[in-house]
């Protein structure tokens, strides 16, 4: 059984710093391009960060590059999302999105999603 755990949210303050972590199983983690996005009330999913299966390139949105930075642990089955200087506009619902590069298995799947909350 496939699946992609978020974990890590939680109220900030403008300003402030959340890591968030997905944890994946069931499924070969390092044949799979793994994503975070976002959706904040009323607005649709929004394509946050991109990692390869190495780790070896790394894409951000442009609402978030420098402030953001996304990394994964194959050994751990783990991808990261870090997150610096947040702002009120950073507040949604944040997903992990896991996408087959090579190999076999299912091609897509998500995880159910982690609240952050920016306000003072």
């Known amino acids: 059984q496939v699946q992609l755990v978020e974990f890590g949210g939680g109220l900030v303050q403008p300003g402030g710093s959340l890591r968030l972590s997905c944890a994946a199983s069931?499924?070969?983690?390092?044949?799979?391009?793994m994503r975070w996005y976002r959706q904040a009330p009323g607005k649709e999913r929004e394509l946050v960060a991109t990692?390869?299966?190495?780790?070896?390139?790394?894409n951000y949105a442009d609402s978030v590059k420098g402030r953001f930075t996304i990394s994964r642990d194959n050994a751990k089955n783990t991808v990261y999302l870090q997150m610096n200087s947040l702002n009120s506009e950073d507040t949604a619902v944040y997903y992990c999105?896991?996408?087959?590069?090579?190999?076999?298995?299912?091609?897509?799947?998500w995880g159910q999603g982690t609240q952050v909350t920016v306000s003072s």
């Open positions: 999105n896991a996408q087959r590069v090579y190999g076999v298995g299912p091609s897509a799947f």
């Open positions: 990692i390869t299966p190495s780790g070896d390139f790394t």
């Open positions: 069931g499924f070969t983690f390092s044949t799979y391009r």
